[in-house]
């Protein structure tokens, strides 16, 4: 045996710490003119941006910003909150995107817990931060957003120092702090948070690297593309594609309301090439109307995740011009890391089973070492037979750093050396993972595990149905029987009794709903159903 | 400051090391019907690479190879080569692939210098071999590829066993083992050493891994391309690709005797998208005859490196159908780390302006943290003026772990906390940097600096000139003087007269060439034109 270590060691010139800020540096230097980041009238290209980073940054510095503070902020996908995914870490600091949708009380507890030095706020937020702030008790500092496009019915100006006139107290010599050890922090992501307060899940500048390149290799991004940026950067960084975006020096077009017809005219202005969403965001699509749908001259590739979206809306996606992907992960796991790769040798599958399949959650991403389906109290995988269940379990260098201040969640979630999603899913024969429910979502009624999702599939594909989400009910003879919660499909009408002969058709007697509610479904900031007021509202039905 | 450490720990489901050998596991498992590795009428999936892989590293097991082995390979660009990155590496051995045109007294030097346990050998080079075992003076495990297609004409069975009955003495249920610490070794590469012993370069699992994912980026390599592959795999481990056309599921087409014939023919049967290669390649397919040349009906990406490439190469290649990218990198930095990113600003440049650009070594790679171009002596940038002179310093993860056994080497070669490249290059107002020349084969005439390159250049504009090198020849008027080898186009003639005066009409008099000699350039195995045997014969004009 040689020893393949004697006087080779790491040295400064063959071992630098991994950080995603030097795709932006990068990108800047080679590409300086291209297009970057696009907002309505505001065009800023790659050397822009990595000034303004760079300017933003020094500020921030000069203001006291340091290795190891947290910068909050408040804003919807509009360049500042593009550029903070730069400019805060840039300083050895934490970025915390806070939910634009949270209420008063939340924000404040995010503020306290990730004990923050500065917010940005975006000036439609004002009235919650407002509150928010006068619960903190603390003085920290506050940078107004002050964008032309917010919704200022009831807002006033909050902050000491306005976003613009802050970056330009900064130096353009700035130079940029690289990490001195790549499982240095490089944000924090409250999860949205079902029951109880939020988490805050720590990513590194490792993990934030590693998703950058895996994603771009699993979703075949080429360099240059044009991209949509509907998905919340809130939202796991945005899937970490700031990141991504600036290493293929794409052209990032940034949206703040996200209506179907604002994303048929982005698409067409800019031929955007990809973009992703929440099964929310395609349901806005295929239910747009006629007037509203252009559908794109060129082919549009979506990545879907959040809830598992239902087959049905693939089919009408591929209808209208797009290549959707499933694809599926976690806040703690830096967004997705499993896809529904599609292989050549389904091609000839009929509609229906390419719907099946599309429907599942898939397989790993380059940067993801395992994915499991196990039973959590043996850790071992369940057999590949698409039958029986278990958690979710991932492993690799896309698994979050841990939760914030929270040491008991933190070794709970990755016991026995995996970390345990909480999703239940079978593993097919082929290796595709599909999940079956979230642990607490399942239905047990008369002994029986019902799966919500199967039922919620088999519901959609009634022609008036929009979305469906199922709860359990407290049922007296059974324990829990499913309840059904409907949207319909605008200027479509369906029945109750209707809609559970439909059911009956295809699903067991068990399985099918005893009770329908026609009504709008409550869901959080990213599209997914809020499962657990639905649960509120089933058992007051009794 | 928080503290974004504490309680947040690494754990085994948080931090895997890096290594390649993940990109293998996981296209095996999510394609493993694909067609994978192609040679000649062998065609096997990345399920039965895979397969063959965990077999032939059992195997090695079973025959004693362990962590910190080294396992030696000569061969042509096979399947077994291929096999041999992922194999050898799954063991926690180190894959060395010793150069096929090497004289047995450097073979045995590197057997003896590597002190490895096995030797893979394909047939072809049994002669070279034998010879080099005699002279070992110790025993080692020979493993024989009797591959039909190797010219056998003066060989004849040495090795104990065959490659596919070692490989069939593995279980195919081995589970590989993966790296402790991703600054493990993964392979050993000799330089070709123009002077003195080769030096062996270390690579490590980390760097191999970044460098697959960057060049993924860099050369925006697509999902499933269809990869000739012409560099040899024993160069660089052929820039890594057997590890990142793994991560991209691509299709690997193989080749034993390059011609120009049987590129054309390749490119054609596979569709082949995407192919690497010395200059010399380039002339070999733009100097095809007629009924050799078939240009391909699909576009065909093509990388070449190593010696800087005439201008006019590109302009040919185009004219072809091809669209060539100049990079740029040497053995101790994974292969190549620097492009010429085209820029569209450049579009519309003349086609003599666009050459230009394109001979230039360019920018880093995504993977590649610092460039420059720096004063040895200082360690500071030269401005960027395209005129100033110096080195080209690398820095970053895709730097080896340093030179094998030589710890002087290593510290001069890392000095400064840079990779000192030994060659001399200018940084362009834009960033681009472009070699004028190695250290040693700048000519010093009359005290002024030439560059060989530049004469070269301007050579093989000439119709007739197919190849040139331009070297030092000794002058007793001005110390050295441009003494210039040259190859013609088939068919094609020139007299000495002639090619000077072309000279004369746009270089510099005391850069004419004093002496030009027309015949074969000798070259290595790569295609570098070996100026070290120029030199020897510009003295002996003397």
Request: with cysteine; proline share 5%; glycine share 6%.
């Amino acid at each position: 045996m040689n020893d393949y270590n004697k006087n080779l060691e790491k040295n400064s010139a063959n071992f630098v710490p991994l950080t995603p800020i030097s795709f932006l540096e990068r990108t800047s230097d080679i590409y300086p003119n291209y297009e970057a980041v696009i907002y309505k009238k505001r065009i800023y290209t790659w050397k822009q941006v990595y000034e303004r980073c760079i300017k933003f940054a020094s500020a921030l510095e000069k203001h006291g910003i340091k290795l190891g503070d947290t910068v909050s902020i408040m804003a919807p996908n509009i360049p500042e909150l593009f550029e903070a995914h730069y400019s805060v870490p840039m300083t050895g600091a934490v970025l915390n995107a806070i939910n634009t949708r949270l209420d008063s009380k939340t924000v404040t507890y995010i503020l306290k817990h990730a004990d923050s030095k500065v917010l940005i706020v975006d000036r439609q937020f004002h009235t919650i931060v407002k509150k928010a702030l006068r619960d903190l008790n603390k003085k920290i500092l506050i940078i107004d957003i002050d964008d032309k496009q917010a919704d200022l019915k009831d807002s006033e100006k909050i902050g000491e120092l306005e976003y613009e006139s802050f970056l330009n107290e900064g130096k353009s010599n700035y130079v940029w702090k690289r990490p001195a050890d790549e499982w240095q922090a490089i944000s924090l992501n409250y999860t949205s948070g079902t029951t109880g307060n939020p988490k805050g899940v720590v990513y590194h500048h490792r993990g934030a690297y590693l998703m950058s390149t895996g994603s771009a290799a699993a979703w075949n991004m080429p360099n240059r593309l044009n991209f949509l940026y509907t998905v919340p950067m809130f939202h796991c960084n945005g899937w970490c594609y700031p990141w991504t975006l600036a290493m293929l020096h794409a052209r990032v077009i940034c949206i703040r309301n996200i209506t179907a017809r604002e994303i048929f005219d982005l698409i067409t202005q800019y031929k955007v090439t990809h973009f992703g969403g929440a099964p929310i965001i395609l349901n806005m699509i295929v239910n747009a109307t006629k007037s509203e749908q252009k559908p794109p001259k060129h082919k549009v590739y979506v990545l879907t995740a959040a809830a598992p979206p239902p087959s049905i809306i693939f089919k009408k996606m591929e209808n209208l011009g797009f290549e959707v992907m499933h694809v599926y992960g976690l806040t703690e796991t830096y967004g997705h890391m499993l896809q529904c790769a599609w292989n050549t040798e389904w091609d000839n599958l009929t509609d229906d089973e390419k719907a099946e399949i599309n429907a599942r959650q898939g397989v790993r991403y380059p940067n993801t070492e395992g994915a499991e389906v196990m039973d959590p109290k043996t850790m071992k995988a369940v057999p590949r037979d698409g039958k029986t269940m278990g958690e979710i379990m991932i492993r690799g260098n896309i698994v979050m750093k841990g939760y914030f201040k929270d040491k008991e969640a933190t070794e709970k979630s990755m016991k026995g050396g995996w970390f345990h999603s909480g999703d239940l899913a079978v593993m097919h024969p082929n290796g595709y993972i599909q999940i079956k429910d979230r642990s607490k979502d399942v239905i047990i009624s008369g002994g029986e595990n019902i799966s919500s999702i199967e039922i919620e599939n088999t519901m959609v594909k009634h022609p008036s149905v929009s979305l469906a989400a199922v709860v359990a009910k407290p049922d007296e003879k059974w324990g829990e029987a499913p309840c059904a919660f409907v949207e319909l499909v605008p200027e479509k009408k369906a029945s109750e009794e209707e809609i559970i002969t439909f059911c009956r058709k295809t699903l067991a007697g068990f399985k099918v709903p005893k009770k329908i509610i026609f009504c709008e479904l409550p869901k959080t900031s990213t599209g997914k159903i809020q499962k657990f007021e639905l649960r509120k509202k089933a058992k007051e039905l009794n």
